[in-house]
């Protein structure tokens, strides 16, 4: 994805907006301290943030007497942005809400970048990355890959799941085989999902139960389903896939901390159609690629590019079949895009 140049109104804008986010943080910072100074709140417990509000956190304690209790809070001024998975010490107040004054650190976080090439991130101390794809629409290799290469890069584990199993038919079978072929062979976990028929759905369960997850994709792969069967009860709004373009229409707005029954945690997140990855270097990405690892540092020249030089390891390790052709293209494809986005 690359960005676009924007208009002197646009720039505006945007500065304007980000100056109102500044005010609001600052009331919002005024706030937190007030409650801090005064009298009206309790000691000091722990938490987890389970979705975000603007200036505020969802905090679901973790100890007595809040274990399972779902809290509004304030934030200190110096904690800076929180996602869903946060672990946090926070103190209630007396009547309702409280105040997050501290976190702990991260284990793992999943960021992206906006659109400005900053990262912002989405969600902390993962387990594993769902990356979920669907039947229909057919996921691009290339999307796959780019999702793959973010887990990779943060040391996040990843699985694939395909989901809508139901609707593999003669026409997208061939296909479908062959794309997560290549990931099987790979040694990637492939877990094949249909909240229709409940296929595979009591393995996706015990995969997720003493972890947790984070579910990506594109919108219409049926993310907001399969935690709705996962979930019985939790309430999650699904769209419906176009019929004339066969792309789904973005339902989950905010990033939301689920606990399963029988333990472990699901974070659902708005679907993306494309996962922006040049806030990396070309050397990470190369690394994203786990197939490729074995043949680092053994290219003639220590600057090589990977693309056309002679005695290239990775165009030999391609020519040999160790590597894909299709992995080597999507791996020039993001770093074409990589350097697009970096030229600006």
């Keep these: 994805m690359s960005k676009r140049k924007l208009t002197k109104q646009q720039t505006w804008r945007i500065e304007k907006i980000q100056q109102e986010r500044i005010e609001r943080t600052k009331k919002r910072s005024n706030k937190a301290e007030e409650l801090l100074q005064s ?7 722990q938490g987890i943030v389970i979705s975000h509000f603007g200036t505020q956190v969802e905090v679901e304690g973790t100890q007595p007497p809040f274990v399972g209790v ?18 946090v010490i926070w103190r209630p107040k007396q009547q309702a809400g409280g105040v997050v004054v501290a976190t ?14 900053r990262l912002k991130p989405v969600a902390a101390n993962i387990d594993h990355i769902v990356i979920v794809i669907a039947a229909e629409p057919v996921a691009h290799a290339n999307l796959i890959d780019r999702y793959l290469v973010a887990a990779e890069t943060v040391g996040i584990p990843p699985v694939i799941l395909l989901n ?27 877990i094949r999902t ?53 792309k789904g229409t973005h339902t989950t707005t905010t990033a939301r901390l689920f606990h ?19 806030h990396i270097s070309e050397d990470e990405l190369l690394n994203g690629f786990i197939e490729f690892r074995p043949h680092i ?9 990977h693309e056309k030089e002679p005695g290239c390891a990775i165009l030999d390790a391609l020519e040999k079949g ?13 770093k074409q895009s990589i350097r697009e986005n970096q030229a600006f």
């Excluded at 702990?104 to 090439?117: A, I, K, N, V």
């Excluded at 540092?297 to 590019?305: E, K, M, T």
């Excluded at 160790?322 to 993001?334: A, D, G, M, N």
Aim: net charge neutral; charged share 25%; with cysteine.
């Design 39 to 45: 009298s009206d709140l309790g000691p000091e417990t």
């Design 70 to 87: 779902s809290t509004r809070c304030n934030l200190r001024a110096n904690l800076g942005q929180l996602v869903t998975g946060d672990k």
């Design 104 to 117: 702990t650190d991260r284990q793992t976080s999943l960021s992206r970048p906006d659109m400005h090439g």
């Design 164 to 190: 809508k199993c139901d609707l593999i038919n003669d026409s997208n079978r061939e296909q479908l085989n062959a794309l997560l072929e290549t990931y099987e062979k790979l040694d990637y976990r492939i």
């Design 194 to 246: 249909s909240t229709k028929d409940q296929a595979g759905m009591e393995s996706l369960y015990q995969f997720l139960g003493d972890k947790t997850s984070v579910f990506v994709g594109q919108s219409g792969v049926g993310k907001s389903s399969l935690i709705g069967t996962l979930l019985p009860g939790i309430e999650i709004s699904v769209g419906e896939l176009s019929q004339k373009r066969k």
């Design 260 to 278: 399963m029954p029988k333990g472990g945690d699901l974070i659902d997140s708005p679907g993306i159609r494309e996962f922006g990855l040049w």
């Design 297 to 305: 540092g053994y290219c003639r020249f220590r600057d090589c590019a």
């Design 322 to 334: 160790e590597i894909s052709e299709h992995r080597f293209q999507s791996y020039l494809r993001i």
